[in-house]
């Protein structure tokens, strides 16, 4: 009897990790890392609840480091299968995943230099630069659409999930003992507001189905909403004769934002003379994104083909790649004019930091805050409005105006969740996966009302009989 087992990303958005195990084969969906304080960091390091040299296959539905993330540390540890993605998916994998491991072995080496001075035994990083090369020969890219058997009793098919590029929901056929069943796994579903990749694909049938949950209590502000406060920002910030800086995630957010700074231009909209992306992982990432606009909504396609071609710098002229960190150093000297984007998206690390120092003190100065913060990082105080900042050892008094923009989610509010799931007919066994335990109950009791259908909210390890 075929089973499918919760590893991760039970009662919460982070980590995920799901075996199937067969008569004949052991497939795992997702390998992600935990990102949180330090009790959820911590379940990174725990062993494997199963032998890594005993997985044939692993399957992922996108590039982000709580679905991908421990795939290093899985392979060091023996595993060497196939990791089947999407060819997007593997090529932001490559930035990710590197980023990753630079990361590690950077706060390892600051982490064994404090225990050489107490005295305490060296740690080693979770992984290294060289495991992420191993696992990334491991590589297979699959397109959209594209049926194919992954082990002797699975076959797989990744469908468009619009979330980030190459972003997949997963379709499993297993063969158990001559009985064929499906399960599909939603991934992190888009927000279908979105203009750069398509609508989440529907998909009509399954027995099993994992739903991701991330903002199953509620649906995002509407897109327009948005855009008119941002251009609004824009337009005051140059009454104001300032700057304006935003924190950005290298990966998806950065785009999007190109995209609609690229359509303010258009529109006569973008007064800022500028906009300096400052990030050689989001300068990838975009690089990344040039390469396959085949896979961008046809709304995107035609807007840029209209407007420029292909390339970010055609589309939105202004646009400047800061590449070394002097060059980033010389934006200190811009007061006025320059849009900064920057990471990390949450100013925890990365040149943001910089910017924000020789900013942040200045009335004059716009700061945009376009993606979740989580609570412990200067991104949070300043949302929370902190009144001064702690930035590289200096104390940093706050005068710039902050922003908090909510409607750039890349994910699918509760009302396009529940839609989503409701093209399955009859439906299937539902888990609720990806999500803090209270907006999975609010989903749950929400897919109740609407389509009278009981959603299960599995614990971590549970382990369900296909
Ligand atoms: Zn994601």
């Known amino acids: ?116 001075r107490a005295g305490d035994r060296p740690i080693a990083p979770l992984y290294t630069l060289q495991d992420v090369e191993a696992v990334l020969e491991l590589g297979e890219p699959l397109v959209y659409g594209q049926k194919i058997r992954i082990t002797q009793d699975i076959e797989i098919c990744l469908r468009d999930a619009g979330h980030i590029l190459g972003s997949a929901i997963v379709e499993l056929w297993v063969d158990d003992d001559g009985r064929q069943k499906k399960i599909v796994f939603s991934g992190d579903l888009g927000n279908a507001a979105t203009p750069l990749l398509r609508d989440p694909e529907i998909v009509r049938s399954a027995d099993v189905l994992l739903l991701e949950s991330t903002y199953g209590d509620r649906d995002h502000r509407p897109l327009p909403e948005t855009l008119k406060e941002f251009a609004d920002i824009l337009a005051q910030a140059e009454r104001d004769g300032g700057n304006v800086l935003i924190p950005a995630f290298a990966i998806g957010r950065t785009q999007e934002l190109i995209y609609h700074l690229g359509e303010f231009y258009h529109a006569g909209k973008l007064p800022q003379t500028k906009v300096f992306l400052d990030s050689p ?77 020789w900013n942040l003190w200045r009335e004059a100065v716009h700061v945009v805050i376009v993606g979740f913060q989580a609570q412990g990082t200067p991104g949070r105080a300043l949302v929370d409005g902190a009144q001064r900042l702690r930035l590289l050892g200096e104390d940093i008094v706050v005068r710039a105006h902050i922003h908090t923009l909510g409607g750039f989610s890349a994910h699918a509010g509760q009302s396009d969740l529940v839609k989503w799931a409701g093209h399955f007919q009859p439906h299937p066994q539902l888990y609720l996966v990806h999500g803090e335990l209270d907006k999975m109950q609010a989903l749950q009791a929400r897919i109740k009302d609407v389509h009278g259908w009981e959603a299960q909210i599995p614990a971590e390890g549970q382990v369900i009989q296909l």
Request: with cysteine; net charge positive.
């Open 281 to 357: 992982m989001a300068i990838a990432a975009t690089e990344v994104h040039q390469r396959h606009m085949q896979v961008f909504s046809r709304e995107a396609r035609t807007a840029i083909r209209q407007n420029g071609g292909g390339n970010a710098k055609d589309f939105l002229p202004p646009l400047h790649y800061v590449r070394s960190v002097e060059e980033s150093m010389s934006l200190n000297r811009i007061t006025a004019g320059a849009i900064i984007i920057a990471g990390s998206g949450m100013c925890s690390g990365g040149r943001i930091r910089h910017h924000l120092k």
């Open 1 to 116: 009897m075929a089973t499918l087992t919760f590893h991760g990303a039970t009662r919460q958005v982070t980590g995920s990790c799901y075996l199937l195990e067969t008569a004949h084969s052991r497939v795992l969906i997702e390998c992600g890392l935990f990102q949180g304080p330090p009790e959820v960091d911590h379940l990174n390091e725990r062993p494997f609840p199963f032998k890594p040299r005993d997985i044939h296959a692993v399957v992922l539905s996108h590039a982000h480091l709580d679905h991908s993330g421990l795939l290093p540390r899985l392979k060091r540890e023996g595993f060497d299968g196939k990791v089947y993605a999407t060819t997007q998916a593997l090529e932001l994998l490559d930035i990710m995943l590197k980023d990753a491991a630079h990361i590690q072995e950077k706060d390892t080496e600051w982490e064994n230099r404090r225990r050489e």
